[in-house]
Nanobody, 127 residues
């Protein structure tokens, strides 16, 4: 089992920044690919960013790739989503997700590819 706990959400004005954290526990973190998704009211959960555990390469959705960055800290068993130049349309509950990937070579961008989820953290961007 892997437990994920997100933090760092909040209320910010348009153009501002937030840094979301996802702390993982329970299993060897280094064998797990990680991702971030978000879900706004009345909308489906959508992919935001993913990181594979081998080489720390990342993949971001087109809507955020010029504004968000994803990183991980193996020593702290954590991943971080740095969100800059936030827009009102970025408002959503943000979820951290994990799945085991022994190859370390893949990103996973579909929510059904992940086995473990955090409880979510609310991000609200005011105009």
């Amino acid at each position: 089992q892997v437990q994920l706990v997100e933090s760092g959400g909040g209320l910010v004005q348009a153009g501002g920044s937030l840094r979301l954290s996802c702390a993982a526990s329970g299993r060897t973190f280094s064998s797990y690919a990680m991702g971030w998704f978000r879900q706004a009211p009345g909308k489906e959960r959508e992919f935001v960013a993913a990181i594979r555990w081998r080489g720390d390469s990342t993949y971001l959705a087109d809507s955020v790739k010029d504004r968000f960055t994803l990183s991980r800290d193996y020593a702290k068993n954590a991943v971080y989503l740095q969100m800059n130049s936030l827009k009102p349309e970025d408002s959503a509950v943000y979820y951290c997700a994990a799945r085991r990937d022994d190859t370390g070579l893949y990103y996973f961008i579909r929510s059904d590819e992940y086995d473990y989820w955090g409880q979510g953290t609310q991000v609200t961007v005011s105009s």
